[in-house]
């Protein structure tokens, strides 16, 4: 006997009509949504499409304007670097003046110098502390002090350049850094929808916590253009003072060396003076030895040819006393022996007396003589030191 199936249960016809209706409600309300949410995504599509368009536009403007920017402060940078190395080329050429200046005032230090130690080698009354001497020492003194001013200058120069460097490598520095920067934007201002290369990146969309504001990128620049500047300014004006410098010391200098040379040509001029007075007098005591010595020669010839006379007279003497008795009369004779022998012995003494002072006379005109010969000595020395060591080493 077959086995019975249990049917399934069946629905009225009210509701097959409601799950008909249900189903063609439902289907109305689902595609009511899906046109309304097709219209809101072509909306967003077109508003999104505008939106890129206008964001891009804005974009790749201002990254135009950057790239103006990033090359208006290139342009600053770049004339004040040049502007800049130009100095800084022409105050290294005053520094090697500088350099040059202090080289050549050894040469003038050294013949001062010399010129001191050589009229040390002055002797007896001429080692005088003449006015050639206080010029020297004057003129010893302004080249040292031109050297320390040189010195000094050439440090200030040198600490210039090196602030002029200084300013220059935050130039270049900047301008480097502003060229890699003008690279990149100029590199994004070409990307395109369509470019190369592109693709998703990942936290990108952030502000770097080191980076800096227009205003301050702007002041850092300005802030390296005015550094520079006034380097530049400071150097203009240091090379001016270097000028003026240079024309002073050098007039210094050159008005001492005029001075000095004058000195030496004028003590030169009194010191001939002095020695052609000293060889007249020289000459005149010369001869007046040689007349000396020919009045002693002569009083000494006198006096020997009044010894015969004198003998004559005193034997004479001498004889009349052995007359006998009243022979030994004071008759005329007698007396005029006695008057002779004391009129030639008053002319003995008298003659001797004088040709004492003859001889202290003579004595006294060749120590003259020696004493002139040493002073004109002397006087040579002190000619040859000023005229031919140090005149011809001043004017070489």
């Known amino acids: ?38 219209d809101e995504s072509a909306r967003l599509i077109e508003e999104a499409d505008k939106t890129t368009r206008r964001s891009q536009r804005d974009v790749n403007k201002k990254i135009a304007q950057r790239v103006e920017d990033i090359s208006f ?41 010399t010129c001191l130690l050589n009229r040390e080698q002055r002797v007896s009354i001429d080692l005088v502390h003449d006015n050639v001497e206080k010029e020297l020492f004057k003129e ?19 600490e210039q350049i090196r602030l002029n460097r200084s300013a220059k490598y935050y130039l270049e520095k900047d301008l480097k850094d502003k060229a890699n920067a003008q690279n990149i934007d100029t590199f994004c201002s070409e ?58 010391t050098a007039d210094d200098m050159t008005t001492q060396c005029q001075a000095v040379n004058l000195a030496f040509r004028e003590r030169v001029t009194e010191t001939k003076k002095a020695k052609d007075k000293l060889e007249q007098h020289l000459d005149k005591v010369l001869a007046e030895i040689s007349t000396m010595e020919k009045n002693i020669v002569e009083l000494n010839k006198a006096i020997a040819d009044k010894s015969g006379p004198m003998m004559v007279s005193q034997s004479r003497l ?28 008053r002319y003995f003494i008298k003659m001797h007396a004088n040709w004492r002072k003859l001889e202290a006379e003579l004595k006294g005109l060749i120590r003259n003589q020696l004493l002139l010969e040493e002073d004109i000595q002397v006087k040579s ?12 080493i001043r004017e070489a």
């Open 1 to 38: 006997m077959a086995k019975l199936v249990q049917a399934p249960p069946k629905f009225t016809p009210p509701e097959w009509h409601t799950s008909n209706l249900t189903k063609y409600n439902n289907a109305e309300n689902q595609r009511s949504r899906s046109e309304r949410l097709i």
């Open 381 to 392: 020395n002190s000619l040859y030191i000023d005229e031919v060591e140090c005149m011809r």
């Open 318 to 345: 001498g004889e009349r006393t052995q007359r006998p008795n009243v022979e030994l009369c004071r008759d005329p004779v007698q007396y005029r022996l006695i008057n002779e022998v004391k009129t030639r012995m």
């Open 140 to 158: 010893v003194e302004a080249i040292q002090g031109v050297v320390a001013l040189l010195e000094r200058t050439h440090e200030q120069t040198v």
């Open 73 to 113: 402060w290139k342009s600053e940078l770049e004339l004040k670097l040049t502007e800049l190395i130009t100095e800084n080329d022409t105050l290294l050429n005053y520094k090697t003046r500088l350099e040059k200046a202090l080289a050549a005032c050894q040469e003038p230090l050294a013949i001062s110098q």
């Open 191 to 248: 990307l395109h929808n369509n470019s190369a290369g592109i693709d998703f990146r990942g936290n990108v969309v952030r502000i770097e916590s080191h980076s800096v504001t227009p205003v301050d990128w702007a002041a850092f620049s300005n802030a390296n253009i005015e550094k520079a500047e006034r380097e530049r300014n400071n150097s203009v004006n240091l090379r001016a003072g270097i000028d003026g410098i240079l024309k002073q």
